[in-house]
C-alpha cells in the first residue's frame, strides 16, 4: 500500500511519519502532483497558520489535487481546518470540500487548547474499537463549528466537531499521532479503510 502524506507549509509532519513507521507503515512524503494521485491513502497533516497554507497549495495546484481526490484522504488539525470552506483565520478561504466554517475561540485566556480532551458522540469507522470519552491531544486555537458532516465532538470552552467527514474525506481537529494507543488505533483504522 501507498500512503502519501501531503507535502505543504506545515509543522509536525515528522511526529506523524513516526506514528505511521511504528504501525509498519513507510509513508511517501510529496507535493508531486501524481504521486498524491497515485497513492492508495493520502494524509493531510499539520500544524500553522491557513492563509500561508493555503498560499503554498495554491502556489503548487495542490488545492484542485485534492479536491479532487477519490481514494480515502485524511486531514488531521489545520489539515481537518483547510479541508471546510471558510477558516476566521487570517479570513482564510479554505478548499471546501466540507461545507463547515473554522471559527476562533472566544478570547480567553484559556487559548490555544493545548492538552489532552475527551471525544465523543462517535459515528464513523475511523473510531472503530475506540470508546467514548477517550482522550486525545490537541493544539489549536481554532475549531470547527457544529455541522452535518462531524463524526466526533469535544467540549472546549463550547461544543464543537472534531473530527469530519464527507465521502472519502476523514479530518480529525486532535493529533493522533501524539494520543498514545487511542491515536494509533485512529490511524490504524484509517489504513485500513
Known amino acids: 500500500m501507498k500512503l502519501a502524506i501531503v507535502k505543504y507549509n506545515a509543522g509536525n509532519i515528522q511526529s506523524v511519519i513516526y506514528a505511521l513507521n511504528r504501525l509498519g507503515i513507510e509513508p511517501v512524503l510529496t507535493d508531486d502532483v501524481e504521486e498524491l494521485k497515485s497513492a492508495d491513502k493520502i494524509l493531510f497533516p499539520g500544524q500553522g497558520e491557513a492563509s500561508n497554507a493555503m498560499q503554498y497549495l495554491r ?3 495542490l488545492d484542485k489535487v485534492i479536491k ?10 489545520i489539515g481537518q481546518q483547510l479541508l471546510c470552506e ?5 479570513n482564510t478561504d479554505c478548499l471546501g470540500v466540507i461545507p463547515a466554517k473554522v471559527k476562533k475561540f472566544p478570547p480567553l485566556d484559556k ?3 493545548i492538552g489532552w480532551n475527551t471525544i465523543k458522540d462517535l459515528k464513523s469507522p475511523l473510531f472503530k474499537g475506540v470508546n467514548e470519552d477517550s482522550y486525545v491531544y490537541f493544539v489549536h486555537s481554532y475549531y470547527v463549528e457544529a455541522n452535518p458532516f462531524q463524526i466526533a465532538t469535544t467540549d472546549y470552552i ?3 466537531a472534531c473530527a469530519l467527514q464527507k465521502d472519502n474525506f476523514y479530518a480529525v481537529q486532535f493529533h493522533p499521532e501524539k494520543s498514545s494507543d487511542v491515536g494509533e488505533q485512529i490511524l490504524k483504522n484509517f489504513i485500513e479503510l
Do not use: M, T, W
Open 68 to 77: 479532487d481526490l477519490k481514494q480515502p484522504v485524511f486531514g488531521i488539525c
Open 59 to 61: 502556489a503548487r495546484g
Open 111 to 113: 487559548v490555544p487548547h
Open 86 to 90: 471558510h477558516s476566521e483565520e487570517n
Open 158 to 160: 463550547l461544543p464543537y
